[in-house]
């Protein structure tokens, strides 16, 4: 890009990273550079004119793409990010009087926040919250895109659901009619079983009393 010629464009925040005498990078750097008002007029000249490069932070090259800034009306992308293009590093700190007694656990605190990742959170919440505000829709990857849901793309699930609903009922109903059914069947076959051998016996009685009768009769 230093061959290039093209120009540099940094807002005046930004300068004081290239501020090293030492650095053969920043003293070209500053030799081909535009002074601009702020990084958004800096990102806006880029993105019209193509005929620049800028730095800005991370967060806000995030937001430019979720709200649709950094694409054209196909959704292209206008802007490209360097591999490897980090300028600089920046260590927000907080600052607390010698000896005070809660700076241990601001520092606990404060580990514990970016050990869970919870600054990362913010920053994607952010990003959504854009992406709501605008209904931008956008070219990128899918995690990347705001899809609008509504009642009417749950219709088909609704629908399946009522249907196993419908489905587990009916078989509920059938498995209760068929159990009651069965009952019936065997205790009608009891109580046929128990009839036919009461008949046998007084059958057998009968006759066992007739032949004793028959034998007195001849004695």
Not at 96 to 123: C, S, Y
Not at 145 to 166: D, R, T
């Amino acid at each position: 890009m230093l061959n290039s010629g093209r120009k540099f464009d940094f807002s005046k925040e930004n300068q004081i990273f290239l501020n090293d005498s030492t650095d053969s990078v920043s003293k070209k750097i500053l030799k081909g550079m535009v002074i601009c008002p702020d990084s958004e007029a800096c990102l806006n000249w880029a993105r019209t004119h193509q005929n620049i490069s800028t730095v800005c932070a991370d967060v806000y090259t995030m937001y430019a793409k979720s709200i649709g800034l950094s694409t054209d009306e196909n959704n292209r992308p206008l802007l490209c990010d360097l591999d490897d293009g980090d300028v600089v590093n920046l260590e927000i700190v907080m600052a607390v009087l010698k000896g005070n007694p809660l700076l241990e656990h601001i520092n606990d605190v404060i580990d514990r926040i970016v050990e869970a990742g919870i600054f990362m959170q913010w920053t994607n919440r952010f990003i959504d919250e854009a992406k709501i505000s605008t209904k931008a829709t956008l070219s990128y990857p899918l995690g990347d895109e705001y899809l609008n849901i509504s009642i009417k793309h749950m219709q088909s699930a609704i629908y399946l659901l009522m249907f196993g609903c419908a489905l587990a009922f009916l078989s509920f109903f059938i498995e209760i009619a068929w159990h009651k059914l069965i009952s019936k069947r065997r205790l009608s076959h009891v109580k046929t079983k128990n009839t036919s051998r009461e008949q046998v016996e007084l059958f057998v009685n009968y006759v066992l009393h007739h032949i004793k009768c028959d034998t007195r009769n001849t004695e």
